[in-house]
């Protein structure tokens, strides 16, 4: 699919992560840090050793019936499944878009999903999990950056600012690495352009979750009128000017709710978590939901 933007400037193309964002992945790390912490505590469990098992909601059409409540059936008459969790030692793995649309919006989109992946990577870290991010360098190849301890954030920052937006090679290479067969957890951040559900879902196995965030600029998830727009080609980098009437509004507001529509539709069904944010939110309310 491709997206209607403003033209992006150069610099939105890299990546910043400022003393600002430091400065909040910090306090955002230590709530997490302490929420975990209570949480442990009030199950009764030494703090450091995590907890498996946080509860139960109800059964969605598709997901594993391992994790089925089978006493629970019995007793009430209703299918409802055990929700797990991030234990202590998860290897957390992030799937980082770095093709020419990251870089429209302001911040841009490829800016917020590198704030989200630093503050994934370090909670869990502080959680004693590890981290390792995954993505195209500048030459196509794919590239990794891992994060185990605390010592290790300069060269992951460091990592993430060389990223550019300006990839040509489809993310669904990186979600083909050999590494991802190893985490308990696969994140993908991008806008998801040139994905389709089942290629992030195929990570989604018996031990391992898979989440996607698709990361839109306010000018994609609602264009003006007013402001105008390009067509833009995230992998050639063509764009093409256009003005637009309310009926052209109205139909690609159509097309994109269907599109972000069957994402969500394929992640429920999975029991697997599927968000949509602005590249302008706030990187800690989302983050505290994927950790919960």
Do not use: N
Not at 135 to 149: F, I, N, P
């Amino acid at each position: 699919m491709e997206s209607p933007v403003g033209r992006a400037d150069a610099d939105s193309t890299r990546v910043v992560l400022g003393p600002a964002f430091l400065a909040r992945l910090e306090r955002f790390v230590a709530r997490a840090r302490a929420s975990s912490a209570r949480d442990e505590g009030r199950r009764g469990v030494a703090p450091g050793q995590g907890v498996e098992l946080a509860g139960h909601r109800p059964y969605r059409e598709g997901e594993d019936l391992r994790d089925l409540d089978w006493e629970l059936l019995a007793r009430l008459g209703r299918a409802w499944v055990r929700v797990r969790r991030a234990e202590r030692g998860e290897r957390l793995a992030l799937v980082l878009d770095t093709s020419a649309s990251m870089g429209i919006g302001c911040p841009s989109k490829l800016e917020h999903a590198c704030e989200l992946a630093t503050a994934l990577a370090l909670a869990t870290v502080v959680q004693g999990g590890s981290a390792e991010l995954l993505a195209h360098g500048v030459d196509g190849a794919v590239e990794r950056s891992a994060l185990r301890s605390r010592p290790d954030l300069p060269e992951w920052l460091e990592f993430l600012r060389r990223r550019i937006a300006r990839g040509e090679r489809p993310l669904r290479e990186v979600l083909r690495h050999p590494r991802l067969s190893r985490a308990s957890r696969v994140v993908v951040l991008g806008d998801l352009m040139d994905l389709d559900p089942a290629e992030v879902l195929a990570h989604a196995r018996r031990g391992c979750r898979a989440s996607a965030i698709a990361v839109l600029a306010r000018r994609e998830l609602a264009p003006s009128r007013a402001e105008g727009v390009e067509w833009f080609d995230p992998e050639r980098g063509d764009a093409l000017a256009l003005a637009l009437d309310a009926r052209a509004i109205d139909a690609y507001g159509r097309v994109l709710e269907e599109r972000l529509g069957a994402w969500r539709s394929a992640f429920t069904r999975r029991g697997q978590f599927y968000r949509v944010t602005p590249s302008d939110a706030d990187f800690e309310v989302l983050a505290a939901e994927l950790l919960a």
